[in-house]
Every structure is written in C-alpha cells, then in structure tokens.
C-alpha cells in the first residue's frame, strides 16, 4: 500500500501487481488451509523430534538428533521397514501389470461389454478400505470364511491365510484388490489419449496388437505409469488399514510395529511417546519423498 | 478378464449374501450359498436400531463430514488450480512446488503429528479435527491446474475483462461451466477419500458420537474379541452393505462425467 503512495509504479509494474494479487485470489485460501493442515504439522513434527520425554521426572529435555540416532538403531523399526519394503517389492509389480493388462484388454475393444469391465473392475475402489479389510477378513476366518469352507472341502487346514508365513500374502491381496481398478483407470485414461494416427502409422508398418502395445501405447503412457508407480510406493510405505483391522483376527501374527505406520501410531496412542513417534514418522517420510523422487526421475530420464 | 471379473466380484458377492442371514446362519452355512432364513430386511432393521440406532448416527456424521470436507476440498481447489493455471504471480512456482512436494509427503509423516497439533489447539474430538485436514486435495488441485491450463482459453478471459467482468464473475460465470468435467471428478474422489476416511478420523476422535461409518463398524468388528465379546459380526456386514451403496450409486450416476474428466486430466502428464 505504502509503495503505491510514493512513487506512481510503471504500468507494467502496476499490471504485474494486480495480476500477483489476482492469482492469491484465488489461492489463498486453499494457500491457508494447506499452512495449517500439511506445513504447520510438519514443523511441529520437526519441534517434537528435538525433545525427549523424561520418564520420572516429568517435563521435556532438548536431545538434539539423539532421537533420530535412536530411530535409526531401532530393531523394530527397521523389522517395519524391511517387512513393508518387501510387500512393496511384490505387491506394486502384481497390481500394476495386471492393472495394465486390464487397461490394455478393454481399450483394444476386442473385449464386448468394455465399459461394464472397466466398472466391476474399478467396483473395489468404491469400497471402503476399512469395509474391504472386514470383508476380506471374514473370507479368511478360520470361523465361517471361505477359506474355512476351502479347507472343509479339502479335509484338512491347508489355507490358513492369518498365519504367520501367510499374513503378508494374505495382505497384499486385499491391497491388490482394492487398487488394481483405480490403477486401471489411470492407465486406461491415458491410453484414451494417444493419438489414433500413431496406432494408425504401427498398424500400417505391419504391427500386430502385441506389438503396438509394446512399441507405440506402452512409451505412451509411460507418463501415467511413473505416477502410478509412486503413488503405490507411497501407499505401501504408509500401510496401516489393513494390518490395523486385521489385528483383530490375529494379533499374535500382527504386532505393533508390523509396519512403520502402525509403529508411529502405537507408540502416540498406546506408549505415549509422542517424541519419538514424530521423529519414527519424519524418518519415514523422508524415506517415502526421497525414494518418490528418484523413481520420478528415473521415469522422466526414460522418456527422453 | 473373465477370471479376474470372478476375483473381484467374488467377495463383493459373499459380503451380499452374507448380508442376509442370521448370526447362526453366518456360522453354519457355506458362504456363497444363502442361509436358511432370508433375514436381510431384519438384518437392516437391526443396523439402524442397535446400540440406540448410533449407526444412523454414524452415518449422519460421514455426510457431514463428506458434504463439509469434500465440498470444501472441490471448492479450494479448484479456485486454486484455476489460480496457478491462468494467472502469473510471485509465489505461483512457490505454491506448485510445495504441493506438489505435499503429494509425495502425506499420511505417515502428518497424521500423528497433525493430531498433537490439534490436540494443542483443543481440536480433537471435534468435527473440525477431521473436516480440516479433509479440505486439502493436493491430487484435485493438480487436476484441476491441468484441466484449466487446456480448458480455459486466455482469449475468453481477456473478452470477459473488455466487457468488465471482474476476476470473481469471470470465474463464477465463465470458468466454472468449462471445467465442469475436472471438478465432477475431484469431487468425486474427494468425496470417495471423505467417506472411506479410516486412518484420521480413528487417531481425532476418540467419542463414538462422533465417529465416521468406516470407525464405527470396526469398532462393532473389534468387540466380538475380549472378556465382555459381544460378536455382532450379522451387523458388520450388513452395516458394510449399506456403506458401500451410496458410493457405488455415486460413481455409476456420474460415470461419464468423471471419466471424461480424468481424461482431460492425464494428457499433460
């Protein structure tokens, strides 16, 4: 206000000012919202992983990193890590080649009825997470589940899908189920826009279907699949629902600190470490944004 | 395909049928085939009026909690999508960079944080403690920044300007219509993310009255285990039932319009 007063702006000085006001118009308010609900968290989080709780004597002491060395010594920690590190090393590659598979069937219109597919198929999305875990949990119960008429079929317990060697199987599925349709429909919407003269040009030079999806759609959708990727990693990293709801029908198999999620969350809620579980929680998500970013730039290095 | 229609459709079709039968009957019946009774109505009936019918309750609250949160979240962001999309102004790369940074970063980092922070702010077990952080959809305003980029030609702005529109009319009588598409389908996952909420609504509140649809029924889920076990597991499914429909009417009504939507929405990428 005061600049406006002294010395009269030039006009393109003044044109730049109304459009730099005009712009926070509209992205204040979403600007705000956002400060409170993803900034202020995040640096309260950073506050509370320089303190520690003293047990007996009550109050906080400013530890420095000393959480963070803590955190990175921590065997339940990195059991969490490793554990959800090698659900997303399985699980993600499944869900996403059948998510393209799919994608790539109903787009080439051989199949009839594409677009009641691509509905059933993206069916799952539309479920409550928490209702899909219940769902699958009752399938897997050894009291009245699927699984329990299965292994009455067969005479003997050879499906136990809530014991130990089988739980993170028995997980992925439930998060392979939930997810291949909005996977599906990221790649199926990308495929809608490849230029038909491309697929044209392939089908021309003597390209069979297989063909065209390798050397014309596949690259050409290569944008949605980076995406995909990360959002998937993203979501793996943060598993919490289904381990969570699951717990209830296994909590032998299931600890606490099954996944980093569920470790940050117990050690709020149950433990009172609230110091530590920001600092637990600040870990992984630099762990999450880093690896995010490198797959995001391995993704674009490719499409060069 | 056909298999993986089967994969998928399979469960959906077990939940459905077990919506149907009594308690025993859940117990003693092979799951894909109905039980002896067809309790389906009774079953629904039950839902609504256990526990002093808190499920209505429940309900009650989702709504509040979607129409509040996923409103406000389609409104903020697409105002602020179209504001990156069509204006130049200090701080705009700014905003793009933390957002997008915000879509790597989410859940695991801030919810446990967020709910200390709120806790301090005396916002737990509150509505607003799950209706604030509902509002940001860093995912729609990218959409929509995207959508506006393609949709929303400068040249029509610059008409509305000559006839003296103002920035707010233009995007009220102008831009809105256009990007009708874009905003159907962030609406439609914000409200999809709103309903189906689990993870934050569980770590804000801790009084049942409050509790969304998804708290609720696993809290019914979770007192069949324990000393005092009350299994209600008829409810839990039936309760399922009914907290799948709405979504599923939703997406099926507004088919093409989101479609089209996240079309428009991926060709930038």
Request: aromatic residues 14%; glycine residues 8%; charged residues 10%.
């Amino acid at each position: 206000m005061t600049s406006t007063v002294g010395s009269p702006p030039m006009r393109a000085g003044a044109r730049g000012r109304r459009q730099h006001r005009r712009g926070w118009i509209f992205v204040g308010p979403f600007a705000v919202v956002f400060a409170l609900t993803f900034l202020a968290p995040l640096a309260y989080a950073f506050g509370l992983s320089l303190f520690r709780d003293q047990a007996f004597f009550g109050g906080t002491v400013f530890v420095g990193l000393g959480n963070y060395t803590q955190a990175l010594a921590d065997a339940n920690f990195w059991a969490a890590f490793l554990r959800v590190l090698l659900f997303l090393a399985v699980q993600v590659p499944i869900m996403l080649v059948l998510a393209l598979v799919a994608a790539f069937a109903i787009d080439s219109a051989r199949l009839h009825a594409a677009g009641f597919f691509r509905m059933v198929i993206f069916l799952p999305y539309a479920v409550p997470g928490v209702v899909a875990v219940l769902m699958w949990g009752f399938i897997y119960g050894d009291h009245f589940g699927l699984a329990a008429d299965l292994n009455h079929l067969l005479g003997q317990d050879a499906v136990q899908p809530l014991s130990d060697n089988w739980i993170l199987t028995s997980i992925g599925n439930i998060v392979t189920w939930e997810f291949v349709g909005y996977n599906m429909l990221i790649f199926y919407s990308a495929l809608k826009v490849v230029p038909p003269d491309q697929i044209e040009a392939a089908a021309i030079d003597g390209a069979g279907p297989l063909r065209t999806i390798l050397s014309v759609k596949l690259p050409a959708i290569r944008g949605a699949i980076v995406v995909a990727t990360i959002f998937s990693i993203i979501g793996s990293f943060q598993l919490f629902n289904e381990p969570n709801i699951l717990r209830t029908l296994a909590p032998n198999v299931i600890t606490t600190y099954f996944t980093p999620n569920m470790y940050a969350y117990n050690l709020s809620f149950s433990g009172q470490q609230y110091n530590y579980s920001a600092t637990v929680a600040i870990v992984m998500g630099v762990i999450t944004a880093v690896i995010a970013y490198a797959v995001q730039l391995r993704g674009q290095r490719k499409e060069r | 395909m056909a298999l993986y229609l089967l994969y998928t459709l399979i469960p959906l079709a077990w939940l459905v049928i077990s919506a149907t039968k009594t308690q025993p009957d859940l117990l003693s019946t092979p799951g894909l085939s109905f039980g002896g009774v067809f309790a389906l109505f009774d079953n629904i009936g039950q839902t609504f009026t256990y526990n002093n019918g808190i499920f209505l309750r429940w309900l009650g609250n989702t709504v509040l909690y979607v129409v509040v949160g996923a409103g406000g979240a389609t409104v903020l962001a697409t105002a602020a999508g179209y504001g990156l999309a069509k204006y130049r102004f200090r701080g705009r790369r700014a905003v793009f960079a933390v957002v997008l940074g915000a879509i790597a970063v989410p859940g695991t980092a801030l919810a446990v944080p967020t709910f200390l922070l709120f806790s301090r702010l005396g916002l737990t077990d509150t509505p607003l403690a799950v209706i604030i952080p509902s509002l940001i959809s860093p995912f729609g305003l990218y959409l929509i920044w995207v959508y506006a980029t393609d949709a929303i030609p400068d040249e029509m702005m610059e008409a509305a300007r000559i006839d003296g529109a103002g920035e707010i009319r233009i995007f009220l009588a102008v831009t809105l219509r256009q990007l009708a598409p874009g905003i159907v389908t962030v609406a439609l996952f914000a409200v999809v993310a709103t309903w189906n909420n689990y993870f934050l609504p569980l770590i804000m509140l801790s009084d049942p009255d409050w509790y969304p649809l998804t708290v609720g029924l696993n809290q019914w889920n979770a007192q069949a285990i324990g000393a005092a076990a009350q299994p209600v597991y008829h409810l839990v499914i039936t309760g399922s039932v009914l907290t799948i429909i709405p979504l599923v009417i939703a997406f099926l009504f507004l088919q093409r319009f989101w479609q089209s939507g996240l079309t428009a929405g991926s060709v930038k990428q």
